[in-house]
C-alpha cells in the first residue's frame, strides 16, 4: 500500500468533476487500498478519489471509532434523501477548519463495490453526512460552498498562506 497526497483548498483539482468508473479491477482495489491508508493516516472519515488527484467516482469512509467499518463506493448514485442533520463538518482538503453544515440525515446510495458489485444501501447519521460530503467532492464541491462568500475567501487566504510558508520551509531546508 501507498499513502497518497491530499490536495488542499484552492487547488483547482479539487474542483474537476470525476468521471464513472469503467472497470472494477485490482489496480483499482489497489488505490481504494491506498485511499483508506492515506484517510487513515491523516485522519480522517473520508476520502474522495478527487482529493487525491484521480478523478473516478470513487470514494472510501469508515466512521468507525475502530476504524473496523470501511465503506468503498464506485460510481455512487443518492437515490433518496430525507431528514436533516446539522453537522460541523472538516475535510482533510480544507485542513483545520471546521464548519455547521446541514445535510440529509438519512440516504439511500446504489453503487458498485470493491468486487464490482450493485449494492443499494442506506445510510444515516454520520455515514449518511460523510458519503454526502464525498459525492460533493466527486462533482467538484467542497464544504466550503455552503459557507458565506466572506468565510470561504478567509479559509482560502489562510491555507494559501500556510502553503507559502511550508514551500519556504522545505526550501529553507535544502
Not at 69 to 91: F, K, M, Q, S, Y
Request: charged share 35%; aromatic share 6%.
Amino acid at each position: 500500500m501507498a499513502k497518497l497526497t491530499i490536495l488542499e483548498f484552492p487547488d483547482p483539482r479539487l474542483r474537476r468533476r470525476a468521471t464513472d468508473v469503467e472497470s472494477v479491477d485490482d489496480t483499482l482495489r489497489q488505490l481504494i487500498d491506498d485511499m483508506f491508508e492515506t484517510m487513515y493516516d491523516a485522519p480522517g472519515i473520508g476520502l474522495a478519489a478527487t482529493q487525491v488527484d484521480v478523478h473516478r467516482r470513487l470514494l472510501v469512509a469508515d466512521v468507525s471509532s475502530e476504524k473496523d467499518d470501511p465503506w468503498a463506493l464506485i460510481n455512487p448514485v443518492i437515490l433518496e434523501r430525507d431528514g436533516v442533520e446539522v453537522t460541523e463538518e472538516g475535510c482533510l482538503s480544507v485542513p483545520g477548519f471546521y464548519e455547521e453544515v446541514e445535510r440529509s440525515g438519512h440516504i439511500q446510495v446504489r453503487f458498485l463495490d470493491r468486487e464490482g458489485a450493485e449494492v443499494e444501501a442506506e445510510f444515516t447519521g454520520l455515514l449518511a453526512v460523510c458519503v454526502q460530503h464525498e459525492i460533493d467532492h466527486l462533482d467538484g464541491k467542497l464544504f466550503v460552498d455552503y459557507l458565506s462568500e466572506a468565510k470561504r475567501q478567509r479559509i482560502r487566504r489562510r491555507l494559501v498562506k500556510d502553503q507559502r510558508q511550508r514551500q519556504h520551509d522545505a526550501a529553507a531546508a535544502l
